[in-house]
């Protein structure tokens, strides 16, 4: 059971928008940056966002971030099939039992 | 280029210990956090521990205290980690993540550049 609650399976179509949703609290996302990192199959994670809304340097601007209060949500817009990957938000969290929390990951499928 | 290169894959018996290390090159070793990260078959990400390479310092998660040790050597450019104890959950494909920001800051809770991952099996 993962602190961060992401929807398991998100799915569009080529050159579509989609977006990923991360929910979590008051001790974790609603005082702390969220990060998102991008998984693709049999690979290491990959970070696209962090701080909230901010982009490494060589990751497109079809990724976004935002935080909302206790929430936050990854858009990808035009939707390619190389994108098709496992996503994780991740963000600090102020319980003692561990640091850096994570979402339980979204399936992206590009139809 | 910068990079973080793992350890090869590891099959202990219960109860064992498993030490997995991560080489860092292209950058200013001693300047980034270094983070441990797990990710059990089919699971997601689980956040382990994390270690200044400057000073040696620590902090784990809870759920390790007490089975994970996590040490640097500036000379090779090198962290470990070590996980004592195993058991058949501790199977995972482990990683090193260098954290987004320098030691001169706190932590950015965030990973800019992961290694690999190196594969523990835990079997009897």
């Known amino acids: 059971q993962s602190v961060l609650t992401q929807p398991p399976s998100v799915s569009a179509a080529p050159g579509q928008k989609v977006t990923i949703s991360c929910s979590g609290s008051s001790s974790n996302i609603g005082n702390n940056y969220v990060s998102w990192y991008q998984q693709l199959p049999g690979t290491a994670p990959k970070l696209l966002i962090y701080?909230?809304?901010k982009r490494p340097s060589g990751i497109p601007d079809r990724f976004s971030g935002s935080k909302s209060g206790t929430s936050a949500t990854l858009g990808i817009t035009g939707l390619q099939t190389g994108d098709e990957a496992d996503y994780y938000c991740?963000?600090?969290?102020?319980?003692?039992?561990?640091?850096?929390?994570f979402g339980g990951g979204t399936k992206l499928t590009v139809l | 280029q910068v990079q973080l290169v793992q350890s090869g894959a590891e099959v202990k018996k219960p109860g064992a210990s498993v030490k997995v290390s991560c080489k860092a090159s292209g950058y200013t070793f001693t300047s980034y956090y270094m983070h441990w990260v797990r990710q059990a078959p089919g699971q997601g990400l689980e956040w382990m521990g994390i270690i200044n390479p400057s000073g040696g310092s620590t902090s784990y998660a809870q759920k390790f205290q007490g089975r994970v040790t996590m040490t640097r050597d500036t000379s090779t450019s090198t962290v470990y980690m070590e996980l004592s104890s195993l058991r058949s959950e501790d199977t995972a494909v482990y990683y090193c993540a260098r954290d987004g920001t320098t030691v001169v800051t706190p932590p950015g809770w965030y990973f800019d550049l992961w290694g690999r991952g190196t594969l523990v099996t835990v079997s009897s």
């Open positions: 991740g963000t600090w969290d102020s319980s003692l039992s561990a640091y850096v929390v």
């Open positions: 701080e909230n809304n």
